[in-house]
């Protein structure tokens, strides 16, 4: 069974840092590719980054030069490190796959940009 467990989020003051983690299990995470969208209070959720099992990434306008999606297949663990975070950023933060023709999706980790 497909499982994935996001963490790391918190609360962090705008133009700081954040690393953001999701364990997987129950797929082949090595030869899947991977994302990270999320969900801010009263909008759709939205594309952040994605991550080809070989490690190519795509990361949307908002989060080029501040967000790196990244992965370790020997931990079967996806990565969203967070820089120069803005209030904007304030989201539910969630990884998917979709595997076998199935979206899956984690419980989500809040982040909150605030001073």
């Known amino acids: 069974q497909v499982h994935l467990v996001e963490s790391g989020g918190g609360l962090v003051q705008p133009g700081g840092s954040l690393r953001l983690s999701c364990a997987a299990s129950g797929f082949d995470f090595s030869s899947s590719g991977m994302d990270w969208y999320r969900q801010a209070p009263g909008k759709e959720r939205e594309f952040v980054a994605h991550i080809t099992n070989e490690g190519h990434t795509n990361h949307a306008d908002f989060a080029k030069g501040r967000f790196t999606i990244y992965r370790d297949n020997a931990k079967e663990m996806l990565y969203l490190q967070l820089n120069m975070v803005k209030p904007e950023d304030t989201a539910v933060y969630y990884c998917?796959?979709?595997?076998?023709?199935?979206?899956?999706w984690g419980q989500g980790t809040q982040v909150t940009v605030s001073s």
């Open positions: 998917n796959t979709a595997y076998f023709g199935r979206m899956y």
